[in-house]
């Protein structure tokens, strides 16, 4: 598989408390990875240094094979990255519309139509994001992602605010993008969901990551289920993957 | 190859960043004029070439900050729109009221 997004050995420390040491992270064209650790780890540090939002102390960040000193947001959104933050993406004093042609146009790519209804937003489209619910905010700034198509596309938390009905949806809409090929990064604690969707499973823990293979194979690494997953869902979730691989 | 170092945004966005930098500079030069006004006893507009630069690019970076405090600037990124041209948008209305108030030569 291509390799399409690869941050090596990221450090970065804030206000001297060093949050990462040794990080990497590698993604691949039509996976979905699932970058998992406890609060405060360094996940979304990672991804925001992935994506050019935030500088290094060191490290490299390489990019459809270039590499880049000094990485920039929108540089590598005009190579087919999209970053979806925690939260905030869209301004909330425009409507989802907005925001999907602005898209459109930009990229001369994208079904806008498509994407609303892929992630249920189509009813709220000429709202204003200000008005919407977090979970809605929160669906439409998937869409935007769906809309956009990218080569790459790093999310941070996109269940987060989601009901169990439409994560369903997402998730569809995530192995959708997948499928198509784009190199896909996910974090968040709905652990039940994510290793569900994700192909593989990336551990970031202690300023360092582990790829710990497939979420089976994750699910079974007795480190990680004593130190963030807990005894009791290490065994459930074990049970609930082998009875899904049946059927997959 | 333009398209690789200046990336401008979309219409509407765009637009709205014109429309309030217009709207900003508009605000500073009356701050500026009711300021001189009521230190100086009468209205006076005139700034020196170098000061109205600086002015418009301090109105400038004030558009930026508005982008930023209106969640534009994380979207804007996203489609490819570089921080310095959001800045050069938002000083683009200030620059041509101030050359055009140069050109008018209000005292």
Redesign the interface.
Known sequence: MTLVLRADSIGKAFAGRSVLTAATLRVHAGEISFLVGRNGCGKSTLLNIATG?LQPDYGTVTFKGRAHLRQ????L??QGL??L?DR???????TVR??L???A???GVGDTEAAARVCHIVQFLDRRCGDLSTGERRRAEVA?AIA?APDCLLADEPLRHIDPHDRSLIANALRCLSSRGCAVVVTGHDVEDLFELADSVVWCTDGTTYELGTPAAAATNWRFAATYLGAARAVRLVGDLATQTPAT | MVDLFVRLPERSFAMGLLLRGAMLWLLARLLVVSTSAAVSGRISGSLLPTTALAFALGVGALGLLDARRRNEYRFLANLGVSQIVILMLATIPALLGELALGIAGVR
């Open positions: 939002a920039t947001w929108h540089a959104a005009r999209y970053y933050p905030d993406l869209l301004a909330p004093s425009r907005q925001h042609i602005a898209i146009r930009q990229f935007t956009r």
